[in-house]
C-alpha cells in the first residue's frame, strides 16, 4: 500500500456488490475502502467520519434514491462520485442523468454472472476510480439556468467536418459543445467512451438539446451537414467515402488502446479521408487516446483543438495531445464551439479563393 492511498468510500445497497468492490479495490496498491454503506443516509455520516478521495455509489437504493443523494452531495461537499450503473435501457438514462449533476464516471453492472463479471472489471474499475481521484468535480448547471445562446451558423462548405473525441467527463464536455451550435453547423462525428447500451440514450438525450440533429451511427449512411453521428459503444466509426458523399462504417474490429469504439480510430479514418475538410477536437478524458490520430489528421492538414487542462475533468488525452504536437490550439472548454465554427468558415473561405 503506498504511503497515501485513495480513500474509497463504496455505497451500494447490495452486500455482493460491496463485497466485491472491497475486494477489488483493496488488491490495488494505492487504494482502499474506507468504509461501505449499505443506503445514502449511513453514506452521509460515513462521508464526515472519514472524508473518502472518491465515492462508488448505486442508483437504486432504499431511504434516499442515488441521484437525489448525488445531487444534494455536489451542492454541498462536491467529490468525485464514480457511479455504478445498470446495464439497461432505464439505467442508462439514469447514469447519463448522474454524469449531468457532476458523477466524473460509471462502470456498468453485469446482468448476469454478477461475481465474475465484476472481477472481469477489476482493471477498469481501478483506473477509473484513479482518474476520478485525480478529477475535478463539478456541480451541475441549475434546472432554471439558461441554457447556452446559440451562436451564428457561418456560410461553410458542405464539405467541412468536426471530428470529436473524449472520454471521462466527455458526456456534458460535448453537450456543451454541440448544444449552442446552429442547425446548419458542419457535420459531426463522435466517439465517446461508453459501453454498448449507454450511446443510444446518450445521443437521444442531446437530441432534445441541441439544435443540430443527434443520433448514434448507422453503418453505411450518409453524412450530412447540420447532423452529429456518434459511434456506438460497441463498435469503431470510421468516416469513408461513396462517390462524392462522406458516409459513416462501423467496424466490430479489436479494440484499439483498450477501447472499441477507439478515438484514433475516428481520427486516423478522418485524416485519411478528409484531410484539410476536417477540425480535429480532443476533450477531456483519460489515457491517450486520440493524441496519435489527432496527430495525423494535422499532419494531413487538419485544423486541430485539444481542451485546455483547467476545464478538463480528466486531463489525459488532451495533455498527451499537446505533448506530441498534435493540437494547433489549446482551449477551455467554453471557447471551443464558436471556435470550431470560425474555423469551419476560415476554411471554407480558403477554399473557395
Request: hydrophobic share 45%.
Amino acid at each position: 500500500m503506498s504511503a497515501n492511498p485513495i480513500k474509497v468510500l463504496c455505497v451500494d445497497d447490495s452486500a455482493l456488490i460491496r463485497d466485491l468492490l472491497t475486494d477489488i479495490i483493496n488488491q490495488q496498491p494505492d487504494m482502499e475502502v474506507v468504509a461501505v454503506a449499505p443506503d445514502p443516509l449511513v453514506a452521509r455520516d460515513l462521508i464526515k467520519r472519514h472524508n473518502p478521495d472518491v465515492l462508488t455509489l448505486d442508483v437504486e437504493m432504499p431511504r434516499m434514491d442515488g441521484l437525489d443523494f448525488l445531487e444534494r452531495l455536489m451542492r454541498l461537499r462536491p467529490m468525485p462520485v464514480l457511479m455504478v450503473s445498470s446495464l439497461t435501457q432505464s439505467g442508462s438514462e439514469v447514469t447519463l442523468r448522474a454524469l449531468e449533476l457532476g458523477a466524473v464516471d460509471f462502470v456498468a453492472k453485469p446482468s448476469l454472472g454478477i461475481r465474475h463479471g465484476m472481477l472481469e472489471y477489476a482493471t477498469e474499475i481501478a483506473e477509473k476510480l484513479r482518474a476520478a481521484a485525480r478529477s475535478r468535480p463539478r456541480q451541475a448547471r441549475r434546472p432554471s439556468a439558461p441554457g447556452p445562446q446559440p451562436l451564428k451558423a457561418p456560410i461553410v462548405s458542405s464539405e467541412k467536418l468536426i471530428i470529436i473525441g473524449a472520454s471521462t467527463g466527455g458526456t456534458e464536455a460535448i453537450r456543451q459543445v454541440l448544444e449552442p451550435l446552429p442547425a446548419n453547423s458542419p457535420a459531426i462525428l463522435i466517439t465517446q467512451h461508453m459501453p454498448g447500451g449507454f450511446t443510444r440514450s446518450f445521443a437521444e438525450r442531446l437530441d432534445r438539446l441541441c439544435q443540430i440533429s443527434v443520433k448514434e451511427a448507422v453503418d453505411g449512411e450518409r453524412i450530412l451537414p447540420g447532423h452529429a453521428y456518434i459511434a456506438p459503444g460497441d463498435a469503431h466509426l470510421k468516416l469513408a467515402r461513396s462517390g462524392a458523399n462522406y458516409v459513416a462504417r462501423l467496424d466490430d474490429g479489436p479494440p484499439v488502446n483498450r477501447h472499441r469504439p477507439s478515438v484514433d480510430v475516428l481520427f486516423h479514418s478522418a485524416a485519411t479521408q478528409a484531410g484539410r475538410n476536417a477540425i480535429g477536437v480532443l476533450l477531456t478524458g483519460m489515457g491517450k487516446d486520440g493524441a496519435a490520430g489527432l496527430l495525423e489528421m494535422r499532419q494531413a492538414g487538419s485544423a486541430t483543438v485539444a481542451q485546455d487542462e483547467a476545464s478538463c475533468v480528466v486531463y489525459g488525452m488532451p495533455r498527451e495531445a499537446v505533448a506530441l504536437g498534435a493540437a494547433a490550439e489549446v482551449l477551455p472548454l467554453e471557447e471551443v464551439a464558436p471556435r470550431l465554427l470560425s474555423l469551419a468558415a476560415a476554411s471554407g473561405r480558403a477554399q473557395r479563393v
